[in-house]
């Protein structure tokens, strides 16, 4: 008989074998178009090379199997989960008045019902397809979940299929995503629903003779249109649409990009941007511009025309510094934080209107991060 050495020595040659196949088979397959979005099987973090920004954590947790506080009897939490699941049911009935609008490259789902009642569902929806959410308020209509990786990217080879669950850990797409949610509601019976996303590479950084990898940092990746119309078209479904209906709304063709925003700088670092666009379609296209980049809209009040923001200090997803996060720097970056500003839209006219920033008192931003912020949105409206 075999002592316990050699069997130990044969599964450490099997073991090496099988990650030598699956190595070279996976450096061969190409993650395609087709490939399926799946955030819920999220993978183990990985080693101490891969420097995780204090914003940019895997998901360790479902929500959903979190204790509430309080105390009820049997006969009433029997209540509470009949009426949960009647509620979950009435969602498959689907939602009249349900559709895809679009303006240029940009779409978003309009809903013939009222924000207070869809913000539940909204939120049930993004548990559901494996997210935590990092912010949740529910009296502004905004919601954003934690950084995720998508494992439909990863290559199902068959030693893949065939080993299951047992080789999650070894693999990792190096990529992260996160997504923002508004509800707006221009009319008290109609909710709009934007879905942005927002994405972060893991890069190498190499000797200077570019050979070794010396360690990995995290850098942002261009937003994709796609992603969020994956799941524009899902939320569809969950509001009640058939999958085909859905598909069908969301593969509509764009219409074509219309550079719409241009940058007026005077002197003494004053600036605004002139939109040629009225003041509802203007509010909309800031709300997107704001929520694709490093902002953090706090609040808004559509009636003055007000976005309540916080800048996110681009060093948090492991960019190089530069102009921007250098006035946000400090000797003690433990102690580093965002400022806050004042968005303002104001129409002035049929089809135009102006964009200011202020700082947190309502006051003109006058300085070069006020003229910055307003680059920033200005290349997100042109984009």
Sequence with gaps: MMNLMQILRRYIAILGLVITLVSGLTACKSVTSSDTVDYKATGAVRGPNLSYPPDLITAQADRRYIVQDGTATMSEYNAAMKKSVQMRNNVMTGIPGMRIARDGERRWLVVEKPATELYPQVKDFWQENGFLLTIDSPSTGIMETDWAENRGKIPQDFIRSALGSVLNSVYDTGERDKYKTRLEAPKPDETEIYITQKGALEKCVTDTAGDACLYTIWTSRPNDPELEAVFLARLMERLGMTQEQAKAMVAVPLGPKTPKAKLVQEA????????????????????????????TVEDRNRSNGVYYVRYINAKDVGEKKGFFTNLFSSKDDSKLQAKKYQVIVKSTGENSANVYVQDAEGKPENSPAGIQLLTLLTDQLTK
């Design 268 to 295: 003494n670092n004053q600036g605004y941007i002139e939109l040629s666009a009225g003041f509802d379609r203007s509010w909309r296209d800031i709300g997107l511009a704001l929520d694709r980049s490093n902002f």
